[in-house]
């Protein structure tokens, strides 16, 4: 299945096909010249794919050399960044070749950013490996790095030339890494898609918190403040509530503490000076954009 992604001025494909992962190369000589190109990925998935990838894109008549980095978010930072830096420059890459992404949203966000400010630009790829990077970061342009003082605070919007999404490779993730994901597809199904909602609905359930985590307790949260208020219908936090209940998603956290949160809204990428942009929706399906001071905000931190 092949979605095109119509943006202007940077139009690009996603292609879905289960074992296309074996293909990358054919796929990617769709898109590119033969010529250098860097996978970048972590060393959890290098041991799984890059192996794989990297065959595929030889054969296809690509260069390839591989950099991985240690799995985790702490290590989306820009002593990483430097790191890559440095290993195009070993490898001789110039502003014709290209960076393929391998990985989650950590390995997307990280190689996106780096592949936008290489040469002040090359091109790159991704192919997204775990479910969130799948139907969310992977796609849109997003790439980011994290700093001392808030979450992706540097970073760019740089368009893929393309995205390869094997869902086959699923099956290597573990429970709670699925379970994240699903946290991302029930909010896109609740904003956008009350088709994807439906079919949520008939199917059977599936340290730090994650991001999809952290995305199905920002839902209940904000909607249950929000229903109070009179911006969204009566019911609806109990719908959200029970979908995330039903694929295992938490919906609450231990108590938080509100000025530390509060002091990390004012660094959210949504902010714009004193405002920060919330999504509320009116009905399942859809989705409205209302705009809050941060200091109506903390309204929406008391559980």
């Given at each position: 299945?092949?979605?095109?992604?119509?943006?202007?001025?940077?139009?690009?494909?996603?292609?879905?096909?289960?074992?296309?992962?074996?293909?990358?190369?054919?796929?990617?000589?769709?898109?590119?010249?033969?010529?250098?190109v860097v996978i970048v990925t972590d060393n959890h998935v290098a041991s799984l794919y890059a192996e794989k990838v990297k065959l595929s894109l030889e054969d296809a008549g690509f260069q390839v050399a591989v950099f991985d980095f240690l799995e985790g978010e702490e290590r989306k930072n820009l002593t990483t960044v430097q790191k890559v830096y440095e290993f195009l420059v070993k490898?001789?890459?110039?502003?014709?070749?290209?960076?393929?992404?391998?990985?989650?949203?950590?390995?997307?966000?990280?190689?996106?950013?780096?592949?936008?400010?290489?040469?002040?630009?090359?091109?790159?790829?991704?192919?997204?490996?775990?479910?969130?990077?799948?139907?969310?970061?992977?796609?849109?342009?997003?790439?980011?790095?994290?700093?001392?003082?808030?979450?992706?605070?540097?970073?760019?919007?740089?368009?893929?030339?393309?995205?390869?999404?094997?869902?086959?490779?699923?099956?290597?993730?573990?429970?709670?890494?699925?379970?994240?994901?699903?946290?991302?597809?029930?909010?896109?199904?609740?904003?956008?898609?009350?088709?994807?909602?439906?079919?949520?609905?008939?199917?059977?359930?599936?340290?730090?918190?994650?991001?999809?985590?952290?995305?199905?307790?920002?839902?209940?949260?904000?909607?249950?403040?929000?229903?109070?208020?009179?911006?969204?219908?009566?019911?609806?936090?109990?719908?959200?509530?029970?979908?995330?209940?039903?694929?295992?998603?938490?919906?609450?956290?231990?108590?938080?503490?509100?000025?530390?949160?509060?002091?990390?809204?004012?660094?959210?990428?949504?902010?714009?000076?004193?405002?920060?942009?919330?999504?509320?929706?009116?009905?399942?399906?859809?989705?409205?954009?209302?705009?809050?001071?941060?200091?109506?905000?903390?309204?929406?931190?008391?559980?």
């Amino acid at each position: 299945m092949k979605i095109r992604i119509d943006i202007p001025h940077h139009p690009y494909d996603i292609q879905i096909e289960k074992g296309c992962l074996a293909q990358a190369g054919q796929w990617l000589r769709e898109l590119w010249q033969p010529q250098k190109v860097v996978i970048v990925t972590d060393n959890h998935v290098a041991s799984l794919y890059a192996e794989k990838v990297k065959l595929s894109l030889e054969d296809a008549g690509f260069q390839v050399a591989v950099f991985d980095f240690l799995e985790g978010e702490e290590r989306k930072n820009l002593t990483t960044v430097q790191k890559v830096y440095e290993f195009l420059v070993k490898q001789g890459l110039t502003r014709s070749d290209g960076i393929v992404a391998l990985g989650g949203g950590v390995v997307g966000d990280l190689a996106g950013f780096v592949a936008s400010t290489y040469m002040r630009g090359i091109h790159f790829v991704q192919i997204p490996t775990s479910l969130t990077a799948q139907v969310d970061s992977s796609i849109g342009g997003k790439t980011g790095v994290n700093t001392p003082f808030a979450k992706n605070m540097v970073g760019t919007f740089a368009q893929p030339d393309g995205v390869l999404i094997d869902p086959l490779v699923l099956e290597t993730l573990g429970k709670r890494e699925l379970i994240e994901g699903m946290g991302e597809v029930i909010k896109y199904g609740l904003i956008e898609d009350p088709e994807l909602w439906a079919l949520l609905t008939e199917l059977d359930g599936y340290g730090k918190v994650m991001h999809g985590e952290a995305v199905a307790m920002g839902m209940v949260q904000i909607s249950k403040v929000a229903e109070e208020k009179g911006l969204m219908p009566a019911g609806i936090t109990q719908s959200i509530t029970e979908m995330c209940q039903k694929f295992s998603l938490p919906i609450d956290y231990e108590s938080w503490d509100v000025d530390k949160l509060y002091q990390a809204l004012t660094h959210d990428k949504k902010a714009r000076g004193n405002t920060l942009k919330l999504v509320l929706v009116p009905e399942l399906g859809s989705a409205t954009i209302h705009s809050v001071s941060l200091e109506e905000m903390k309204d929406y931190l008391v559980k």
